[in-house]
């Protein structure tokens, strides 16, 4: 690949250049950050851990109000909560897939924009 920034390059095409590094450069750690939220994704708890540690429904006296309306509060975040926890996992696999096409275009371009003609 030819120099980037050499003296024979017009001023356009080193301000193109710069420009396409500081993307290129910005798309990896939007990439590398991305990558690291999707091996760290939060573990879905099963119901009866979600239960015991969210709700504490163990701790809960049976004087108390409706046991079966708590129960049922309880299940429903339950759910929003799963759906949520999966609504972000896949948005972050959307996420790294659009910063990896992001790398591949920009360096696609900035190497096509830099090659030298025989």
């Not at 540690?53 to 109000?65: A, G, R, V, Y």
């Not at 309880?74 to 896949?90: F, L």
């Not at 972050?92 to 090659?115: D, Q, Y």
């Amino acid at each position: 690949m030819a120099k980037l920034f050499s003296k024979e390059k017009d001023i356009v095409l080193k301000v193109i250049n710069s420009i396409l590094v500081i993307w290129l450069i910005a798309a990896i750690v939007i990439t590398f950050g991305v990558g690291i939220r999707i091996f760290n994704k939060d573990v879905t708890l099963s119901y009866s851990d979600y239960s015991k540690q969210i709700c504490d429904l163990d701790k809960i006296p049976t004087e108390e109000i409706d046991q079966q309306t708590i129960k049922d509060n309880c299940y429903a975040s339950y759910i929003a909560e799963k759906k949520e926890n999966e609504s972000y996992n896949k948005t972050n696999v959307n996420n790294i897939l659009v910063s990896l096409s992001n790398i591949v275009i920009v360096a696609l371009f900035l190497s096509l924009l830099n090659r030298k003609y025989k």
